[in-house]
């Protein structure tokens, strides 16, 4: 009878884990965060933009790691992480913070960026999560 309860505590216990793992919940002391797995955004405001970015960019295929984008910005001088040991993140960051910069507007967006982001869905996720 020991043994069967331990399996049923492990595998609560296991189950517990995977539906944590689809919640977009902060960690530390961040007040944002989005979810690849369940591409969802947890954030307070102020804080939603650059979220909102990286769904952009999830939804696009992660287009921050395309060699157009990584060209753009290198070409424009925007590779604002490149202090990161992680090149990958670089980009993906890159991507987020120049939406952050733009305010999540296309208009505030240099021209040459604009058709990195999908404005629609961008729309719709501002008004969602930053309303």
Request: net charge negative; glycine share 4%; aromatic share 16%.
């Amino acid at each position: 009878m020991k043994e069967y309860s331990m399996k049923i505590n492990l595998l609560i216990a296991a189950l517990s884990l995977f539906i944590l793992s689809f919640m977009p919940l902060p960690m530390r002391s961040n007040r944002a965060v989005y979810n690849t797995w369940s591409n969802s955004i947890y954030c307070t405001e102020g804080y939603c933009i650059h979220e909102i970015a990286h769904a952009l960019d999830d939804e696009a295929g992660w287009i921050s790691s395309s060699d157009d984008f990584k060209n753009t910005a290198n070409e424009m001088d925007l590779d604002l992480w490149r202090w990161r040991e992680f090149p990958a993140w670089s980009y993906k960051e890159t991507y987020a913070e120049l939406f952050v910069m733009a305010e999540g507007r296309k208009e505030l967006m240099p021209e040459r960026l604009q058709n990195f982001y999908d404005w629609e869905l961008a729309d719709r996720l501002m008004e969602k999560y930053n309303g």
